[in-house]
């Protein structure tokens, strides 16, 4: 398997547009993980999805942030509109539930920037 | 809730040195405890784990014991690469809602000098 994809890797944008960040897990896996990594906040949870359903959302800093996953094996994190203070690596991390010591497996992020 | 506090860094030490990166936890549970490394410029990815209490996980020379009565998962290593430069992330999953949810720690740099 190719691992956890995500993309774009890096993308720049002007304040006030659209962002959509994609991520396809690894086939098979049934949780999927969205973390948003800052130099100030560390890794932080956003919102996971369980079997396509989001369960927890309560991550997500603002409603100008919304994640949907309309299949097993796509999901989009979507910033409308982003302002500066958006600027972070996002990534995307996928697991197969079942057993606790299942680890999460990650994509290699989307370096956003917003100007 | 629960929750996962790390040794801040930056930790630089010289090549061939002692590395050990503290590591405690809390949670409701008993969670199995993991610790990732993170190289420049990609994701997160696993370094090695433990399910249950006095588990020691281990890789590529690192070490890791699960201490319960001590809420508590180090990491070590004998002997310290430059190679091992990276930032290495502590972290629990605990089931929550029928998932099983990583935490994780505000990480620790590491840089090894030749």
């Known amino acids: 398997d190719a691992g956890v994809i995500q993309s774009p890797r890096h993308e720049v944008t002007e304040m006030g547009q659209e962002v959509t960040l994609r991520c396809k897990p690894i086939?098979?896996?049934?949780?999927l993980f969205w973390y948003r990594q800052t130099m100030m906040r560390g890794l932080e949870l956003l919102i996971y999805?369980?079997?396509?359903?989001?369960i927890d959302d309560s991550g997500m800093p603002e409603d100008r942030f919304s994640a949907k996953m309309p299949n097993a094996s796509f999901s989009t994190l979507k910033i409308q509109p982003s302002e500066p203070r958006d600027s972070a690596v996002y990534f995307c991390?996928?697991?197969?539930w079942g057993g606790g010591d299942t680890e999460a497996f990650f994509g290699q992020g989307t370096r956003l920037t917003v100007v | 809730g629960n929750s996962v506090t790390q040794m801040e860094g930056p930790v630089t030490l010289s090549e061939e040195a002692f590395l050990t990166i503290n590591c405690t936890y809390t949670?409701?549970?008993?969670?199995?405890l993991f610790w990732y490394v993170q190289y420049p410029g990609e994701g997160l990815q696993l370094l090695l784990k433990?399910?249950?209490?006095?588990d020691k996980g281990s890789n590529k020379g690192f070490e890791a014991t699960y201490r319960k009565e001590t809420t508590s998962f180090h990491l070590e290593k004998g002997s310290v690469q430059v190679s091992d430069s990276a930032v290495y992330f502590c972290?629990?999953?605990?089931?929550?809602?029928?998932?099983?949810?990583?935490?994780f720690g505000r990480g620790t740099s590491l840089i090894v000098h030749p």
């Open positions: 999805f369980n079997n396509n359903v989001p």
């Open positions: 949670a409701t549970g008993y969670p199995s």
């Open positions: 433990a399910t249950k209490a006095d």
């Open positions: 991390a996928s697991n197969l």
């Open positions: 972290a629990l999953s605990d089931r929550a809602g029928g998932s099983y949810i990583p935490t």
């Open positions: 086939s098979g896996h049934n949780s």
